[in-house]
Structure formats: structure tokens, C-alpha cells
């Protein structure tokens, strides 16, 4: 039992018994110096309260200690004890489902609401990428498909490609940018979808000396990576939006995806972003492979 409600039951039973505080406090076993003493907030307690309700309706997926996360990015000394008990105090909780919200777009252009071993380096040869299909609709009711590229290693996300329709030219188009842009993987898993098992998809990536990795087929826990990427996803963007074109999808998923990258604290990561835009003082940085001589790599001072 806390020490507020030790008080309370204290002044209960001096209040309806009328006995002394002194008898109370030795039979209910409360010390009397924690009795008198009088319990206080911290200055920052209004202004800390404040950030965490903004927060929770700003991120309505977020639970408490992801919001610890954010909270301690933007500058606050605070432990996520101390946040989750602010965050029962003003009933905050995390809701089983959200409805879909559609979006005002004014006329000037504006928005208002209504397990790989080493990550994608140069001096590395087995990372390994991952990659699946999720499908949602417009309005309207017409699909569209999204294909989802993940770093297994540093759960970042490399690129969601949305379409009406995507198949092995697009997989292949996908996959040519970020080779570029990332140079070449170990490996890419995926499950056995047509668009991944097409011969001219196996052949482009075998040509460029990367490697397949497919799953078994009915199991997609064997993605893992990818499978909860796409879920947080769903979760936090599909299930809350309602797109009414096509374009919009594309403007508003990959503003998600680099809100994912570069802010959005990540579990498994110790609450840290996959790919933060600046190198935060301390954080803990990947290592990787060492150099062709058997130096250490030259460390990063930039993720994103």
C-alpha cells in the first residue's frame, strides 16, 4: 500500500474511532514522521503532465514507455516510472481500435486533421533485407498495394512503394534504387508471392550477387522483420486514415515512414529511432564488420 492511502486510512480510523494519530499510526504500522510529513510535486510536475497528454494524442498508438522515449529526446529528466504514474493519474491508455479519420486539404496545399548480424554497411556481405506486399483501399474502395523493404538488422525502413498495381517490374525497380542508393545485400527474404518468385526477379538479384531467402510456404513468422513492420503500420496509419486518392496514400505513408525512421522510438532498439537524422551524445551504434585491413571501421556521426 502507498504512503497516500497509509495517510488516508490513518485520518479514517482517527476521524470515525476517534483515537490519536499516535495510536493509529503504531496499529496500522505507519511511521509518524511519514504520516505528518507533507507529500509535494515537483516544479516540472504541470509542465511534464502537459507533454505526456500531448504526446498521447498526438501518438494514440503510443503506450507509456514509448512516450518516456520521446519525452527524453526532446530534453526531459524523467524515468519511465514517474511517466506511467502521471500517465494513470490522467486516465490515459492506449484504445483497442481507432476509427479511420479523413483529412481537410485546404487550396493553398496545407493539411489539417479532421535476426541478420550486421547492418547495411560497405565493409559487410551478410546483411539481409526483407521485404513483403500489404494491401489497403481508398475511399472509394479501389486497392492499392504496398511493398515494404526493411533492414533486418537495423529495423529501418528503406522504402514503401505504393501503387495500384506493383508486380516484378516494380519489385525489380525497387530494388535497383536502393542497391544504388545502399549498395547490395547478403540476402533478401521474402515469402513465395508471385511477384518475388518470378524468374525475372530471382535472375535480377542472383545477377547483381545478391541471394534469395524464401520462406516456407503458410509461414510468415519465419519474416518476422517485415511481418511486424507491417504491422505497426496497419496499426498506427491504416486502420486510422481514410485515403481519398491515391497521391495522398503516397504523401501521407511516407511521411509515416520518416516519422518511423527518424523519430518514433523503437523497442527492441532501446527505445532509440532506426535511423536517427542526427547521432544523439551516447547513443549505442551498431558494430560492424572490420575493414579489409582488420582495422575497425571509421564510426559514423550521422545515421540518416
Given at each position: 500500500m502507498s504512503a497516500v492511502r497509509r495517510r488516508a486510512c490513518v485520518a479514517h480510523v482517527t476521524a470515525k474511532l476517534g483515537v490519536s494519530e499516535r495510536f493509529a499510526c503504531k496499529v496500522l504500522d505507519q511511521h509518524r514522521s511519514t504520516q505528518r510529513k507533507v507529500p509535494g510535486a515537483a516544479d516540472d510536475e504541470a509542465a511534464l503532465t502537459?507533454?505526456?497528454?500531448?504526446?498521447a494524442r498526438q501518438y494514440g498508438r503510443y503506450g507509456y514507455r514509448r512516450v518516456t522515449a520521446l519525452l527524453r529526446a526532446e530534453g526531459w529528466a524523467c524515468n519511465h516510472k514517474r511517466v506511467e504514474r502521471i500517465w494513470r493519474r490522467e486516465g490515459l491508455r492506449v484504445?483497442?481500435?481507432?476509427?479511420?479519420?479523413?483529412?481537410?486539404?485546404?487550396?493553398?496545399?496545407?493539411?489539417?486533421?479532421?535476426?541478420?548480424?550486421?547492418?547495411?554497411?560497405?565493409?559487410?556481405?551478410?546483411?539481409?533485407?526483407?521485404?513483403?506486399?500489404?494491401?489497403?483501399?481508398?475511399?472509394?474502395?479501389?486497392?492499392?498495394?504496398?511493398?515494404?523493404?526493411?533492414?533486418?538488422?537495423?529495423?529501418?525502413?528503406?522504402?514503401?512503394?505504393?501503387?495500384?498495381?506493383?508486380g516484378s517490374a516494380e519489385v525489380i525497380d525497387v530494388l535497383t534504387d536502393l542497391f544504388i542508393a545502399?549498395?547490395?545485400?547478403?540476402?533478401?527474404r521474402s515469402d513465395n508471392g508471385p511477384e518475388f518468385v518470378a524468374v525475372a526477379v530471382k535472375g535480377w538479384i542472383s545477377g547483381v550477387g545478391s541471394k534469395t531467402a524464401f520462406i516456407e510456404p503458410g509461414s510468415p513468422w519465419e519474416n518476422g522483420y517485415v511481418e511486424s513492420f507491417n504491422g505497426k503500420l496497419r496499426d498506427e496509419l491504416l486502420n486510422m486514415e481514410v485515403f481519398n486518392t491515391l497521391r495522398e496514400a503516397q504523401v501521407l505513408i511516407e511521411r509515416w515512414r520518416t516519422?518511423?525512421?527518424?523519430?518514433?522510438?523503437?523497442?527492441?532498439?532501446?527505445?532509440?529511432?532506426?535511423?536517427p537524422e542526427v547521432l544523439?551524445?551516447?547513443?549505442?551504434?551498431?558494430?560492424?564488420?572490420?575493414?579489409?585491413?582488420?582495422?575497425?571501421?571509421?564510426?559514423?556521426?550521422?545515421?540518416?
Open positions: 502537459g507533454a505526456i497528454v500531448e504526446l484504445p483497442a481500435r481507432q476509427p479511420k479519420r479523413g483529412r481537410l486539404w485546404l487550396n493553398d496545399g496545407s493539411c489539417v486533421r479532421l535476426r541478420p548480424e550486421r547492418a547495411n554497411h560497405v565493409w559487410a556481405y551478410d546483411f539481409v533485407w526483407a521485404y513483403d506486399f500489404v494491401e489497403d483501399r481508398t475511399r472509394e474502395g479501389r486497392k492499392f498495394c504496398m511493398l515494404n523493404v526493411v533492414d533486418e538488422f537495423t529495423r529501418e525502413c528503406l522504402c514503401i512503394r505504393v501503387g495500384r498495381k506493383l545502399r549498395g547490395t545485400p547478403g540476402y533478401i516519422h518511423y525512421n527518424t523519430v518514433r522510438p523503437h523497442s527492441s532498439l532501446g527505445y532509440r529511432p532506426p535511423a544523439l551524445p551516447g547513443m549505442p551504434m551498431p558494430q560492424g564488420r572490420p575493414g579489409p585491413t582488420g582495422s575497425p571501421p571509421t564510426p559514423a556521426t550521422m545515421l540518416h
